[in-house]
């Protein structure tokens, strides 16, 4: 299956798309002010050492000084390096005031976000994630998640002990194998592992070229993740809306991600790149509980805090000869569309399957078979059971990040978390896109946005760049006007 990749990029946002034979599959969006710190590594300075505690502060750029434990230093202990599991028969570490020392320079690692007053937790074991596999470049450890079989982990242990000693771009260090990696290739492992060493090498590299409290390595961003891990040989084209991002990805991609860097285009259309397919009307669609069939059948989608619900109706689909043919027809396709639903709106977990009944034996085998097929076309584990005594598909994809609804939407506050409505955010940034959409077909003197107040306070505060941004490149100045009446997703924009 061949598929096209669109990036649309903006200040405050990066979204991406995967679409495959014309129909959006995923969509990924990454905001610049919710983007976290756990993963980045800094050359950190010892601000100050506090025995009492066994920790220490080291400032390492931020507006608090992050906190270090001394459980968390490398290789701080009196005996062996303790291992996960055996916390009753672990060595006293070293105190740390016999480890670090005020005006120290060290590398350290963001494992927990400031929050609040609490300045962010640190530790010295850095460890950096790959697509399949988490490096550790201090340690020797070859270890395989806890998650994959214990009857498979032996085998997939020596496998990735022969291949980190033959990738050529280096040896040393310790590999995890993550779930995700459970069946990967001999090469798809080499190529993450020769990443990971390359990316270690950036950062001595830069440790020693840099001075105390600089930002040595950051977690990937969404465009670069887009070139390590949604990018395959099925890819034809990987296409972004900005020449300043595209130029930044193209370095990117040509040291890391060679093959990647050969599908990388600039879209320089007039559209807005989501248009060429519809995009946004198929957010809004993934936001729905009903989906509409082409066959005049539906799916109602729920989504609850512990598991997912799909079901099938024929609505009014009459287009086979008997009542049968209509309801396995309708099952077929409605297998085909759950599978692409839940890719788009990343749901996870447990997820309840209510077909519509059927009679005959080869019709569930069908239905199931054809389920099953679009399922392995996802780059998420699912796993779907058969059909249970109720007529009911069991089935469990991974939680890999937030479910579109949850990254887009909060509870309402008009109806006390009953349903859902976008956030003031998506709601600011859909105003942002209408502007700029607007700007292309009309010349008005002025625009004036007029929306709920909290979309107005929004813009007066967090996103007063962005919307002056905006005003800068359009030539046309933005009035705002807040409208207490006005629902949390309704605003409209006035061309004066």
Request: glycine share 8%; charged share 25%.
């Amino acid at each position: 299956m061949q598929q096209d990749i669109l990036i649309n990029w903006s200040p405050q946002e990066t979204r991406v798309a995967v679409v495959e034979s014309g129909a959006v599959q995923e969509l990924h969006i990454e905001r610049a002010l919710e983007r976290g710190l756990v993963g980045n590594v800094y050359l950190g300075k010892v601000a100050r050492v506090l025995p009492g505690m066994q920790s220490a502060f080291i400032d390492i750029g931020l507006e608090r000084a992050a906190f270090l434990h001394v459980a968390d230093l490398l290789g701080g202990f009196t005996g062996a390096r303790p291992t996960e599991g055996d916390a009753a028969a672990r060595p006293a570490p070293v105190p740390i005031e016999k480890q670090v020392f005020e005006g120290q320079s060290m590398l350290v690692q963001v494992i927990k976000d400031p929050i609040g007053s609490k300045g962010a937790r640190l530790s010295a074991q850095i460890s950096i994630a790959g697509r399949l596999l988490v490096f550790l470049p201090q340690d020797e450890h070859i270890g395989v998640s806890q998650k994959i079989p214990s009857e498979q982990r032996q085998e997939l242990r020596e496998r990735l002990q022969a291949l980190a000693g033959d990738v050529a771009s280096g040896g040393g260090g310790g590999f995890i194998l993550r779930t995700n990696g459970e069946d990967a290739s001999d090469v798809e492992l080499a190529e993450d592992i020769a990443y990971l060493r390359k990316a270690w090498a950036r950062i001595k590299a830069a440790a020693l070229r840099l001075p105390a409290k600089s930002l040595l390595h950051q977690d990937l961003n969404l465009l670069q993740r887009v070139l390590r891990d949604l990018s395959g040989e099925e890819t034809q084209s990987i296409r972004i809306d900005s020449r300043e991002q595209f130029d930044a990805l193209l370095v990117f991609a040509r040291e890391f991600t060679p093959a990647a860097a050969e599908k990388l285009q600039h879209y320089k259309g007039e559209r807005p790149i989501f248009d060429l397919f519809s995009i946004d009307d198929e957010v809004a669609r993934a936001l729905g509980r009903r989906v509409e069939l082409k066959s005049g059948g539906y799916l109602i989608v729920d989504q609850t805090e512990a598991l997912t619900t799909v079901d099938v109706n024929t609505g009014g689909y009459v287009g086979a000869r008997n009542f049968d043919d209509t309801i396995f027809k309708t099952n077929l396709e409605a297998a085909q569309a759950i599978a692409r639903q839940l890719r788009l709106r990343n749901l996870g977990g447990i997820i309840v399957v209510d077909f519509i009944d059927m009679v005959r034996e080869e019709h569930k085998e069908a239905v199931l078979a054809e389920f099953r097929k679009q399922l392995a076309r996802d780059r998420v584990k699912t796993m779907a059971g058969g059909f249970s005594h109720l007529g009911l598909v069991e089935m469990t994809r991974k939680r890999t990040r937030e479910s579109l609804a949850h990254l887009l939407c909060e509870p309402c506050p008009v109806c006390e978390g009953k349903g859902t409505v976008k956030t003031a955010r998506s709601v600011a940034y859909d105003i942002l896109r209408e502007i700029l959409r607007e700007a292309r077909q009309f010349a008005p003197r002025e625009y004036r946005v007029v929306a709920s107040p909290k979309v107005i306070e929004l813009f007066l505060d967090e996103e007063s760049q962005h919307l002056a941004g905006l005003s800068d490149f359009i030539g046309k100045p933005i009035a705002l006007q807040a409208e207490s009446a006005m629902g949390p997703e309704q605003y409209d924009i006035v061309l004066l």
